[in-house]
Structure formats: C-alpha cells, structure tokens
C-alpha cells in the first residue's frame, strides 16, 4: 500500500499495480469505510482517491487513514462470517 500527494487537500491510496479480483474487493471495502469521513472519496480498480480538504494535513490524514484500512482480503471474509 502507497500514500501519493494527489493535490493541496487529496491524496491517493494505492493497494495493488495489479487488476484482480482480490484487490479490488480490497478497494472497495476500504471505500465503504472511509466515504462517510471525508468530503470525497472515489475507488478505482486498485486506488482511493480522498479528498480531505484544507483544514487537514496530509500527514494527519495519512495517519488516521492507516489506523481504518482493511489491508488483507482474508479480514474481510472473517468479517462477514
């Protein structure tokens, strides 16, 4: 998983390089979980765009961010169990 700078008040999560069916499942559980915190939040097939806005800091972000992620297929099949 990788955190990139997308603009003054977003940034990109990617979870994969690879299209596959386990990441992007890993994609859009972590979606579900982050679209009620932020002002916008927009999956793709291996990253999260999140817009934050200007009254947050990357860093502040970032690591409040790490502390939600579902980051291993297998705790969202142990979940729904």
């Known amino acids: 998983m990788k955190f990139r700078v997308a ?12 299209i596959t069916p386990k990441s992007h499942k890993l ?3 972590n979606y579900e979980i982050l679209k009620p915190l932020f002002l916008e939040v927009t ?3 291996t990253t999260i765009l999140v817009k934050y806005g200007i009254d ?18 297998e705790e ?3 979940s729904s169990n």
């Open 7 to 18: 603009g003054v008040d977003s940034l990109i999560i990617e979870f994969s390089n690879v």
């Open 76 to 78: 969202i099949e142990e």
């Open 43 to 45: 999956p793709s097939y």
């Open 56 to 73: 947050k800091t990357y860093e502040n972000v970032v690591e409040s961010i790490k502390e939600l992620l579902i980051l291993d297929v």
């Open 27 to 29: 994609v859009m559980k």
